[in-house]
């Protein structure tokens, strides 16, 4: 059975059925979106990616981490970069998780969504092809050729904010709670728009030094630094899982 080491607030260990436990987030916490966390990666110099992929930096706290996290959610959201390069497909494949999800009145699956501006979507990729997956992508171009699970939300190129998706899935959708799975570029854009509660970061024990991989929010800087709280800091086997609450006056 897995544990972490919890560093912080107060010396102990969590296991599995402790992190899940941990992890109920708020449901009602806004009417105009979803309760939203981001889950990443990154190295001790900051780097998430090694090589273009996140996978070299991941360990296997990280990836309990990361399918406890989707486990818990209603939705989770990716940009078409992270579909590319990391190949998505199902995002539940341990039926023991897909039943506890129903025991607690849930879904199998959390919702898929997809954001792209050009339309330029890797249909290619297993999750489409998966006729379990829900997925629901919202793009200001039109997508020729999905298959039908996927619905789709086109909205006019200036109306395709994250505040119009986020709405959009908390009002028609249901979704209570939201996670964000990067990349770089939506979750900087989730910034900006003041939409992120919480950030889960695990810190790799290993350096890039130096290289061109991005760090986990591209593009312009946030006119004043968001500020963090510390929630939680777990270790195991020599990775940081650090637990954030974005201040509610953010960005
Ligand atoms: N370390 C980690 O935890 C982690 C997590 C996730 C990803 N990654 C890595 O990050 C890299 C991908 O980075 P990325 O920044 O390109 O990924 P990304 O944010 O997943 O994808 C960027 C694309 O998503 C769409 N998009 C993002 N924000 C949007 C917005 N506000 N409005 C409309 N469309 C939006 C656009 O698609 P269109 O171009 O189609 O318009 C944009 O080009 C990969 O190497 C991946 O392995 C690392």
């Known amino acids: 059975m897995i544990q972490f080491r919890r560093l912080l607030p107060e010396p102990g260990t969590l296991d599995l059925s402790q992190l899940r436990e941990a992890l109920a987030l708020p449901a009602d916490a806004n009417p105009e979106r979803p309760f939203t966390i981001a889950n990443f990666v990154a190295s001790a110099d900051g780097r998430a990616t090694l090589e273009g992929r996140s996978a070299p930096l991941s360990s296997e706290g990280d990836r309990v981490m990361f399918h406890t996290l989707r486990e818990t959610v209603d939705a989770v959201i990716a940009g078409t970069g992270t579909l590319r390069a990391e190949r998505y497909g199902r995002l539940i494949r ?8 129903v025991e607690s009145g849930r879904d199998t699956e959390p919702l898929a969504c997809v954001i792209s501006r050009s339309g330029d979507v890797p249909t290619d990729i ?19 050729a999905l298959p039908d699970n996927v619905e789709v939300v086109e909205l006019d190129p200036g109306e395709l904010t994250l505040t119009t998706v986020l709405r959009h899935l908390r009002r028609h959708q249901g979704v209570q709670r939201l996670l964000c799975e990067g990349g770089p570029t939506l979750f900087a854009a989730l910034l900006h728009e003041g939409l992120i509660d ?3 970061l695990t810190i790799a024990p290993r350096l890039a030094g130096g290289g061109r991989g991005p760090t986990i929010a591209s593009g312009p800087s946030l006119a004043e630094p968001a500020e963090l709280r510390i929630r939680w800091l777990l270790e195991r086997e020599g990775s940081l899982f650090a637990r954030y609450e974005l201040s509610p006056q953010n960005p």
């Open 94 to 101: 341990n039926p023991e998780a897909r039943e506890r999800r």
């Open 198 to 200: 919480e950030l889960f």
């Open 126 to 144: 297993p999750l489409f092809a998966d006729q379990k997956s829900r997925i629901m992508l919202f793009t200001a171009a039109p997508v020729p």
